[in-house]
């Protein structure tokens, strides 16, 4: 089992910044990719980046210039920094990790872009 704790949601501004962090716990040996997803109302949920274990990332095209993902595996923790944020970033923000047999999620992190 791997426990996901996330956090660095809030308001913000357009324009504006925020990092998100998930920190992983319990089974961390397992890990192989994380990433972040995001879900707005009415809306499915959608990747928004992922990085494998030897750093290869993968982006949204509504966020590749603007989102950054890094991963510091001593620490079993995956980030995103956000930076020139859109009213249309807004959404809840899950963590995702894979390892061989299954994934888990975050309880979410609410990010809200005020215009």
């Known amino acids: 089992q791997v426990q996901l704790v996330e956090s660095g949601g809030g308001l913000v501004q357009a324009g504006g910044s925020l990092r998100l962090s998930c920190a992983a716990s319990?089974?961390?040996?397992?890990?192989?990719?994380m990433g972040w997803y995001r879900q707005a109302p009415g809306k499915q949920r959608e990747l928004v980046a992922d990085?494998?274990?030897?750093?290869?990332?993968n982006y949204a095209d509504s966020v590749k210039g603007r989102f950054t993902i890094f991963r510091d595996n001593a620490k079993s923790t995956v980030y995103m920094q956000m930076n020139s944020l859109k009213p249309e970033d807004t959404a809840v923000y899950y963590c995702?990790?894979?390892?061989?047999?299954?994934?888990?999620w975050g309880q979410g992190t609410q990010v809200t872009v005020s215009s």
């Open positions: 990085i494998s274990t030897f750093g290869r990332t």
């Open positions: 995702k990790v894979t390892t061989p047999l299954n994934n888990y």
């Open positions: 319990g089974n961390i040996f397992t890990i192989n990719g």
